[in-house]
């Protein structure tokens, strides 16, 4: 890519955010939003005015279930759920809702990252748990499926198909679950970036600041029957998948500038080509970065197995003489900030460098990384 393309590019004067979130969005859908923000749907107001019970917000929400239904194709057996706050809520919602549906009154939990521990921890507080590995020293590798330990009629198996911190990514279902044991899966970070089997999962959730939106939503889709079977009776109604499912999501006010922007995005998805386009884009991207990695002989290094790499959170490390070099990782973004390049700080519990390649960072924002990646190898070898 030359320089006078970038110039091209850039020539908003924006920053690229690889940040994991809250995250970059597509630049065709902030210049919709701003082209209608003091006129949403023809009310003559900004969607932060409008009531959640007017007829234009009733269009917006329904349509925004129409468009997430169409591109994942889920099910009328399947409620679509826009709820406050972030996904962290639910792990607490989850096992309060399900932990008692079969007999064992036991979950099995898989956790392979900083986000699956701390959805079997707040588990715990509720009810009984089963690790279905071992506790791990690193989170680098998800052992085999042959090798994990599953409670015999478990309520429910639960899972994060992509740890945001570690950069584990599961490109599969697991295959060992029961088949009338439910999945539950935590689908934050890489929700939207690939298709999938809605009905192999009795539940799925993902907050919307990575690849649909901006904080304070999440999205749950989750089995009817599964909901009418839960522990209803003493969940509090704000809480409650069948309060909110019997109101439409609209128990209390919902979060509307979020689901405005959410819909805004699923019509953009739609335009590029749905998830096929989205899972080959994310492939490509990925797939720059990680070439860097491996072919710079150990300057770049990324400690995950490459069976579960993350497509979407790649973290790596700067090393010299096998060791991390920190004065070189706070260097390569400061001088990844001089050009234009922000949040690629590894979060505070693993340290080093955080690529996040969500649907809004396009291939050519990728490139201009990747080529910068090679050029402070070169410049600090």
């Keep these: 890519m030359t320089n006078d393309t970038l110039k091209t590019e850039h020539n908003t004067g924006r920053i690229i955010n690889f940040g994991a979130g809250p995250a970059q969005y ?11 923000f003091s006129n949403c749907y023809g009310t003559r107001r900004t969607i932060k005015e409008l009531s959640h019970r007017s007829t234009a917000f009733a269009k917006i929400i329904q349509e925004a279930e129409l468009n997430i239904r169409d591109i994942l194709s889920i099910p009328d057996s399947y409620a679509v759920l826009f709820l406050h706050g972030g996904a962290s809520h639910q792990f607490r919602v989850i096992p309060e809702h ?27 507080k509720i009810g009984k748990i089963n690790m279905v590995i071992p506790n791990q020293d690193k989170y680098i590798d998800v052992p085999a499926e042959n090798t ?3 409670t015999e009629n ?5 899972y994060c198909s992509n740890e945001t911190i570690h950069g584990i990514e599961f490109d599969h279902i697991p295959t060992i679950v029961p088949k009338d044991t439910p999945i539950i899966c935590d689908m934050s970070s890489n929700f939207l970036t690939r298709s999938f089997d809605v009905t192999k999962f009795g539940a799925i959730f993902a907050s919307a600041q990575k690849n649909f939106g901006e904080s304070g939503l999440t999205l749950v889709i989750v089995r009817k029957d599964l909901i009418e079977k839960s522990n209803n009776e003493s969940i509090d109604d704000t809480r409650s998948y069948k309060a909110q499912m019997d109101n439409g999501s609209m128990l209390n006010t919902p979060p509307i500038s979020p689901i405005y922007d ?25 797939g720059l970065v990680y ?47 001089e050009s234009d390049m922000d949040e690629l ?17 396009t291939l050519q924002e990728t490139t201009k990384l990747a080529d910068f990646m090679r050029t402070f190898q070169k410049n600090n070898s």
């Design 26 to 36: 597509p630049l065709e859908v902030i210049e919709e939003l701003q082209a209608e």
């Design 291 to 337: 070439e860097v990695i491996d072919q710079s002989n150990g300057f770049y290094v990324n400690m995950i197995n490459k069976k579960y790499r993350s497509r979407v959170n790649i973290p790596f490390r700067i090393v010299t003489n096998g060791t991390p070099n920190e004065k070189l990782e706070e260097l390569f973004l400061d001088e990844a900030l």
């Design 98 to 124: 399900f932990l008692n549906l079969k007999p064992s009154q036991t979950a099995d939990y898989l956790v392979t990252g900083y986000w699956s521990e701390r959805a079997a921890k707040a588990a715990e």
């Design 148 to 150: 994990w330990n599953l």
């Design 262 to 286: 959410a819909n805004k995005i699923f019509n953009w998805i739609k335009r590029q080509g749905g998830l096929k386009a989205m899972n080959q884009l994310s492939e490509k991207k990925s």
């Design 345 to 361: 700080k590894g979060h505070r519990t693993v340290g080093g460098i955080r690529v996040s390649l969500y649907n809004g960072i």
């Design 154 to 158: 478990a309520s429910y198996f639960y």
